[in-house]
């Protein structure tokens, strides 16, 4: 099984079970599935845990933990069962595990996909993808809006998008995800797994200083991609660090520089140019600035 297929049964169970709007119920979800969700006191660093008594499925998941992460693991439990790929953890769910990569079962991961997709499903991501922008300010509201972590959010809004971007997840120094837009896609720009991230990255930035502060930094395009294409266009950066797991993640957007004849200059957009924007059923107030 790989990446899009776990996606695909992500979707295939929402529309089945006809999830149209966000935050979507979990618990109930979960029901349909025959699992009873309940909240518990359970061991610090333990995210949750599903097992079955006496006919019935149960997933407890750890009271102490914040709401995104309850609800994630919830769906990562449920993952186990939809993709029926086996449970590399046992029974229990170490908190430190979830959303992370490196020296990760892939089946693992599956389920993080999946839960993803779940928590941010693409129909209801794709409108704010295409008339927000991709900042960090903006996925803190839409994290918000879907009660989903903010990398949720980051990586289902980045492979909605048409625009030239990427979300890119590091684990000590080492780029181990990233997802890239369909428009940065058709212009051939990809980003490499396992290389080291720049050193010139708000990223490096970040984990130099270990803080959890937003660093931003402005970059040529081939510092982030080995794309040939990518010499056409710079960047701009923005991207967090996160102690507990060693992890940096980076909002990374592509603007093409376009040659004119005396010289070069980035390409842009004027206010006009949205004047004619196809409808798209979200009324003003839905886009995000």
Known sequence: MDEMQAISAARKLLKEQAVTQAPINVDALALTLGFKVSRKDLPEGEAGITFERRG???????????????????LHEIAHHVLELPSVHGSSVPSDELECFKSRPPEEVLCDTFAAE??????????????????HENLTVLSDFFQASRSCVASRFAQVSNDHLAFIVAEEGIVQYAIT?????????????????????????????ASGQVMTADLDGLDWSASENASRFVCYEEATYYALKKQTQSIVLFEEIVKTS?????????????????????PGWSKYR
């Open 262 to 282: 005396s010289g070069t200059k980035r390409e842009s957009r004027s206010e006009d140019d949205d004047l004619l924007e196809e409808l798209s059923g979200y």
């Open 181 to 209: 837009s369909r428009g940065l896609r058709e212009a051939k720009i990809w980003i490499t797994k396992m290389i080291h991230i720049p050193r010139n990255s708000a990223a490096a930035k970040a984990m130099e200083l």
């Open 56 to 74: 019935q499925k149960h997933i407890f998941v750890n009271q102490n933990d914040g709401l995104h992460r309850q609800r994630f693991t919830i």
């Open 118 to 135: 779940c928590l941010v499903p693409w129909l209801l991501i794709q409108p704010f993808a295409t008339q927000s922008d991709f900042t």
